[in-house]
């Protein structure tokens, strides 16, 4: 059998991408964008493998608490 998924690449960045102003409900976490920036390349998202949120208050300290997450399949364009 071969594997599907062997030219994936996977990995977690932790690092903030750029989303189009107009995608209003990504932008706020209700859900995933279909489409984003990274590094200067557009790509545009196929499907969600998961999401989640960091149910932590957010401080000033670390603003990344409360934020909402996707992994994410892309077109690779």
């Not at 071969?2 to 996977?10: F, H, N």
């Not at 859900?31 to 499907?47: I, Y």
């Amino acid at each position: 059998m071969v594997d599907e998924w062997a030219d994936r690449v996977s990995g977690l960045i932790n690092q903030i991408v750029d989303i189009p102003a107009y995608e209003d409900r990504a932008i706020e976490g209700s859900r995933a964008p279909h489409r984003f920036c990274w590094r200067g390349v557009w790509d545009r998202v196929v499907g969600v493998v998961a999401d989640w949120r960091d149910g932590r208050k957010p401080l000033r300290s670390h603003p990344e608490y409360g934020r909402h997450y996707y992994n994410v399949l892309t077109d690779g364009k």
